[in-house]
């Protein structure tokens, strides 16, 4: 009785070209994605610097009493009353 052939699936080993495909597309991501947290941080900044020379807001030093995230820098931004 002769037995007939079975195709079977072979295992490849990992394929460099797909690989260096994968991690160049999550470079990618990751890369836009750190770059608009940095985007982000410095449009705050800059809105603060701006609010800051308009006089819209001032700093002030904060007592070592009041801790909080902004008074880590020691210094805290207080929008100034219109009607003072």
């Not at 701006?50 to 904060?62: F, M, P, Q, R």
Request: proline residues 1%; aromatic residues 8%; charged residues 20%.
């Amino acid at each position: 009785m002769a037995g007939g052939r079975v195709a079977h699936v072979t295992l490849k080993g990992p394929s460099v070209v797909r690989e260096i495909c994968i991690g160049f597309a999550l470079g990618l991501v990751a890369g836009g994605l750190w770059k608009m947290h940095h985007w982000n941080e410095q449009r705050k900044v800059r809105s603060f610097y701006d609010l800051l020379e308009k006089g819209e807001i001032s700093v002030v030093v904060l007592n070592e009493r009041h801790v909080t995230r902004s008074s880590v820098y020691g210094i805290s931004a207080h929008v100034q009353d219109e009607s003072s």
